[in-house]
């Protein structure tokens, strides 16, 4: 599936792209605690849905400075 490959990183649709937006996208989801939902459909479009943590998990909290 597409949607699987564009989350692996450097998988690009476009003749410009680096194909690592998502995979970015998805490792700092992933870092704190949430998760992403995409849903793609042909002449429909895609909808990419991140849901984050109120409070981050604790491994995840960046230290003040």
Request: glycine fraction near 12%; avoid cysteine.
């Amino acid at each position: 599936e597409e949607v699987a490959r564009a989350l692996g990183g450097f998988y690009t649709t476009k003749p410009q792209g680096t194909g690592l937006g998502l995979s970015v996208v998805r490792r700092l989801v992933a870092d704190h605690g949430g998760e992403i939902h995409i849903d793609t459909a042909p002449r429909r479009g895609t909808t990419v849905i991140v849901e984050l943590p109120a409070h981050p998990p604790r491994q995840a909290r960046i230290p003040h400075s």
